[in-house]
């Protein structure tokens, strides 16, 4: 027979104590103890039938008549003389009726036992039974000669002892003194027997007796000195012998002391504890099938009634026999292979009437007994219980059911019973069959995690030469999971019969254990790693599982399960990863602009380094962000979509800061328009023009290098490398809007994302977007009004229009604005070629105004160079019309209206000039204007309803009208 349970003790390791079929128990200590003397089972049990079978035959209502084999076989097969009572015991030879159904198993739960045909031919086994006495003797496997020897003796000494009942007898002592040597088959039989009985008045009167014995009692002095000669040679026993007197004397002395010293009506050699329970223990195991050793026999209440017969001997009452049954029940399951789960039941029903007991008596003898058997079956029930997952497994879980029930049977009569703090407490507190089912569950299920830990680091360190070795806590939480089910599906059912919420408490378990091996695994993470993703995913997945599990266990609890999920705080996995992934964004982001700021201090804008004429650092911090994106997308989290915004704020930051570096130093409009000199009276043909020539022009020249020196002071900031720096912008931008459509593709393909919201602002470059838009306008007005008023400021601002009108006309200024233009044509990308020509159209007709109407006192024109200014200017549209290759012509005409509006001022004669002006002012400043005329501010919005700038015409009005009407009116001198 094999062993079904997996025992983590080392069961079977132990030789020294084996049950009656062969399997160690070495792991079930006795409650009894040990005898402190070398009495064997076989020794004990033959012991306790020469008692069964003295207190039988005493109690018969005839005299004891001897009957040898041979008659008795005769009896047997005789009705008449197996009813004769004038030969028979009516206690040992009733009869057996095998139909009749025993109360007893009843009682306990036991099935009828099914015995199969001996295949053993022999007579001793075929012949079966037929009545109580023989079974017995068969069931303690008592040879017939032994048995025949033993009813002899008992003949003779009931023939001797006329009228003494047997428990008035030292039955060890009156069976030394029946026999010789020459009654046994050999000198070492008969030695063995005779000191097995010596041993057995050791037990009961020297070392286990009922009262307490002083050292110095002479007869137990005696007694021991008689003991350790028999060892040395036998005692001679004969009727008359001289040590058999001494040995009886010293015996009775003992066998019939009391408390108060006096002599005892009681005679007490084997009612000691433990000698007393461990001969009873003998004769209740001849319950249980010689055959089918896991089978009790049908006939047990015939057998039990008949071994209450020794109770007056061995000192057992009812409560002392339901404890000791309980205990032989428990103890034969174990013994037996652990297979018959019927005995446990049995057990566990016989513990029943054992906590009855326990609550109606006070006695501590009994108490002290019933602690040490309760506590040793506890002790086994919880070796197994502890661990249940070791110890049970499909194909014997049936049993598992028993041992809990046995085992919390056990620990309720030891605390509510036995246990004095109980006692002490209210008893509503306690709720022992919880308390203790909860104690199994949280241990077996802490064992089981230790377990699948280990298996999945041996594991994992098997698949360490694989590319990918998965986390240990990735392989863990699935084996949790695995184990999380297991325990619900098998254990948590049998459980829940003594914990309502037996699945919830295991999952609670399981999730503070692997809690506590991710917290340890977490504290050593710092960034976004994929095996922190793979481990955070497993575990929120085993966290839902746990908790559903739990959730739906609780549901009919009072508190809806809240206790049990307070025990579960969550593992926040979810936001480890967000936490993770945001701090992988900011290293991301961080690592961006370290980057642009480094590489944008190395980059010179070269239109030749590359065919599209933008710049290589353009291209790499895009490259960048696409795969960061990239990246991004590919980290196996669960909320892409809801952390996309913080990858996109910083991403879009970045560039942002590209955009802003990339425009940094190339001015604006206002940069390079020239500061416009005081106004003064031209004074055309005077003596003081070469002079204010020579002057303006040397200021001009220290201007324009002061402006190369602050504004242009390496060839960065060239026309050519301001074109690259507007394409590198424009690259930029539609590069953006390519990701962004690329970024909701990414979304839509998200496992997590909701399409409805896709296209929301979350994914989109807003501020780099502006920014382009923003940073190619200023760029461009920035290098049309620095080609425009910087680098042709000597041909414009010094040289249109200087001295004498007709000789210094716009064709030089032309020439090089149309070079200009063929770089910029040749440069600039074609979607923002026209923008940035477009701003140096407007830059040029600026200009234009500029040296109109602020050209300073170089420059006077009269009416007739009207028409001079006016084709000049149509030469300067055509510039950008190219023929209709050009800018648009409507385009031309709208940037030329304010040019074109002013022009007519210049052939307008002085009077009518003078008058329009005076007309103007006085609307604009009232009545106060009629005495003096105020001087209007410089708005540098040109106009011909605007008094400024008719003024400046005059002043640049080359007739002695105007001189006057400026001398008068404002004093404005004639030289600066």
Known sequence: MALLFRDRGGLGESKREMGSAGFPISDLPSPFGELGCDLSDSELRETAYEIFVGACRSSGGKPLTYIPQSDREKVEKSPTLSSSPSSVSPS??????????????KALGLRSSKKSPSKDNSPSKSKKPVTVGELMRVQMRVLEQTDSRIRRALLRIAAGQLGRSIDSMVLPLELLQQFKASDFPNQQEYEAWQIRNLKILEAGLLLHPLLPLEKSNPASLRLRQIIREAFERPIETGRNSESMQVLRSAVMSLAFRSTDGSVSDGCHWADGYPLNLRLYQMLLEACFDSIEETSIIEEVDEVIELIKKTWTILGVNQMLHNLCFSWVLFHRFVATGQVETDLLSAADNQLAEVAKDAKATKDPVYAKILSSTLSSILGWAEKRLLAYHDTFSPS??????????????SAKILVEDISHEYRRRRKEEVDVARNRTDTYIRSSLRTAFAQRMEKADSSRRSSKNQPIPTPVLSILAKDIGDLASKENEVFSPILKRWHPFAAGVAVATLHTCYGNELKQFMSGVTELTPDAVQVLKAADKLEKDLVQIAVEDSVDSEDGGKAIIREMPPYEAESAVATLARTWIKTRVDRLKEWVDRNLQQEVWNPRANKEGFAPSAVEALRIIDETLDAFFLLPIPMHQALLPDLMIGLDRSIQHYISKAKSGCGTRNTYIPTMPALTRCTTGSKFQSVWKKKEKSQSTQKRKSQVGTLNGDESFGLPQLCVRMN?????RMELEGLEKRIVTYLRNAESSHTDIANGVENKFELSLAGCQEGIQQLSEATAYKVIFHDLSQVLWDGLYVGDVASSRIEPFRKELDANLETISATVHNRVRNRVITALMKASFDGFLLVLLAGGPSRAFSRQD????????????????CNGD????????????????????????????????????LETYGPTAKSKIPLPPTSGIWNPTEPNTILRVLCYRNDEAASKFLKKTYNLPKKL
């Open 866 to 881: 009207s028409q001079i200014i006016e084709d000049d200017f149509g030469i300067l549209k055509d510039l950008y019309l």
């Open 886 to 921: 050009g800018l648009p012509e409507e385009l031309v005409d709208k940037a030329a209206t304010q040019v074109r509006n002013v022009l007519p001022l210049f052939r307008t004669d002085t009077d009518s000039l003078i008058e329009r002006f005076r007309r103007l002012t």
């Open 92 to 105: 040992l030879q009733r009869s057996l009726t095998s139909t009749a159904a025993s109360k007893m198993k």
């Open 396 to 409: 014997n879980i049936d049993s598992m059911e028993s041992i809990v029930s046995l085992g919390v049977s």
């Open 728 to 732: 590198t912008l424009h690259h930029i």
